[in-house]
């Protein structure tokens, strides 16, 4: 998946949530400039990161950055 695509996909995921950049990045040990970076696709999340945001979002690795 692209970044562009990776971007969307957190951004959605965490707006469907209700949840805060801040309180995501809280949620994931990591700052919200990240999340931030991570949504705009910026930047892509180190493997730790991507493993906690799919436990955070019950859902895979694969489905949020491999589909």
């Known amino acids: 998946m692209d970044r562009v695509k990776i971007a969307e996909t957190l951004r959605r995921l965490r707006r469907d949530r209700g ?4 309180e995501l990045a809280d949620a994931l040990g990591v700052t919200a400039s990240s999340i931030g970076m991570y949504e705009t696709g910026e930047r892509i999340p180190r493997d730790e990161v991507k493993i906690k945001i799919a436990q955070h979002f019950n859902l ?4 949020i950055f491999f589909d």
């Not at 895979?60 to 489905?63: F, K, M, N, Y």
């Open 60 to 63: 895979s690795v694969g489905d």
């Open 19 to 22: 949840e805060t950049q801040e």
